[in-house]
């Protein structure tokens, strides 16, 4: 994986989401540049702007209880954008709902496939 691929990992689900009228960024980003989490997103829902950051392979938080996902957790991120208008609050329950429609989504037609 690397920025280039990400860029069109990126593009192909923006559009899959139908998230088009965004302007998105994905930054793939060491530990020390993000939280303790896989993936992270900010937004601003009324100028259509988010900014993604997902980790390196290889670098997985603490207390990851799976195998790293970079596919799944892109997806991930950018669902958040589609809940962002109910609540810009983060609750346990988006999460697991956010959680089970990325992994479903990632299976029915997965993109990158680390050689
Ligand atoms: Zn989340």
Redesign the pocket.
């Known amino acids: 994986m690397n920025q280039e691929k990400l860029n069109e990992l990126l593009h192909a689900w923006q559009l899959r989401l139908g998230l088009r009228d965004w302007d998105i960024s994905a930054k793939l980003c060491h530990a020390y540049e993000m939280s303790n989490c896989w ?1 992270e997103i900010s937004w601003n829902l009324h100028e259509k702007i988010a900014d993604i950051k997902v980790r390196y392979p290889g670098e997985s938080p603490s207390h990851a209880m799976r195998p790293y996902d970079l596919e799944a957790t892109l997806i ?2 950018l669902l ?1 954008i589609h809940f962002a208008p109910f609540d810009e609050v ?1 609750n346990l329950a ?2 697991q709902a ?1 959680n089970a429609l990325s992994k479903a989504l990632v299976n029915l037609g997965r993109i990158y496939v680390e050689n």
Do not use: L, W, Y
Request: glycine share 12%; hydrophobic share 10%; proline share 0%.
């Open positions: 993936g991930h991120e958040h983060n988006e999460e956010i």
